[in-house]
């Protein structure tokens, strides 16, 4: 399964975007999707994860973001609102399917203040 991440870009604080992780085949079976972050200098961190039993965001992240998906067009989403200039970093997305893990390629997003 290939995903291609898009949606990023540079918005002003505040402002919102959504960000897309197409996958080349079915995702109606997948076991968990997420999309973690990283900021320059800065490991890769976790924005929001999703199983069939639970949905975890960061803390830093709660109440602006969410994560979503649509089975029909094979693609998962993340919401971001109100955007903080620390939202800045490429954000990747992820699912396992059986058991492997699968990454997308990154997409930037830039929030100025």
């Known amino acids: 399964v290939q995903l291609q991440a898009s949606g990023g870009g540079l918005v002003q604080a505040g402002e919102s975007l959504r960000l897309s992780c197409a996958a080349s085949g079915s995702i109606t079976n997948i076991d968990f999707m997420g999309w973690y972050r990283q900021a320059a200098g800065k490991q890769r961190e976790s924005v929001a994860t999703?199983?069939?039993?639970?949905?975890n965001y960061a803390d830093s992240v709660k109440g602006r973001f969410t994560i979503s998906r649509d089975n029909a067009v094979n693609t998962i989403y993340l919401q971001m609102n109100s955007l903080k200039p620390e939202d800045t970093a490429v954000y990747y997305c992820k699912i396992r399917l059986r058991g492997a893990d699968f990454w997308g390629q990154g997409t930037q997003v830039t929030v100025s203040s």
């Open positions: 999703a199983t069939v039993w639970y949905t």
